[in-house]
């Protein structure tokens, strides 16, 4: 997937000093390289069969909704603190740069189903583990990563070895 790499836009010291900034706007804004990574991502999906879609906020949410509309089933959305109107469960984690927290409704969906978590970067693994840790509480068959992107160098995966992890690019 050489093509959509090459539309991936890296801003350097950006939002604190010394983090590397992967913008993916102008990704979405080439109609052909969005087909291209919502086709692969469709395809991965498809295969594991996931009976609710989960996805980051905030660039997660470019993908999963497409994902859930195609395969006829429910998105929940993980959002940062604050920004979900209802009861919550909530996670703290650690940034490069700081802590951030997340949250899911906590009637989000019902126990036991299959899922897939989406999102648009792994890279030290934080908020995934964050939103794994929230799915948790609905005691998932089975839990599957999917990314944009993976920032190999950062060794996010070997926090997530336990379950399936896809990503479409590594940088």
């Given at each position: 997937m050489q093509f959509e790499k090459t539309k991936i836009r890296t801003i350097?010291?950006?939002?604190?000093?010394?983090?590397?900034?992967?913008d993916i706007t102008t990704l979405l804004n080439d109609r052909e390289a969005y087909h291209a990574v919502m086709d692969e991502m469709l395809k991965i999906a498809r295969e594991v069969k996931p009976e609710v879609i989960v996805a980051l906020e905030s660039r997660g949410f470019f993908f999963g909704p497409v994902l859930a509309y195609e395969l006829g089933v429910p998105f929940v959305p993980v959002r940062k603190k604050g920004k979900l109107p209802a009861e919550t469960f909530q996670e703290t984690y650690n940034l490069e740069?700081?802590?951030a927290t997340v949250e899911i409704h906590?009637?989000?969906m019902p126990k036991g189903k299959r899922l897939l978590l989406v999102d648009d970067v792994l890279a030290t693994g934080g908020s995934m583990n964050a939103a794994i840790k929230l799915v948790e509480h609905f005691q998932p068959t089975e839990v599957n990563l999917l990314f944009l992107m993976e920032l190999a160098a950062l060794k996010g995966r070997d926090k997530l070895k336990k379950f399936n992890t896809y990503s479409l690019l590594q940088l």
């Open positions: 350097d010291d950006f939002p604190t000093p010394g983090i590397k900034f992967y740069y700081g802590t906590r009637d989000a």
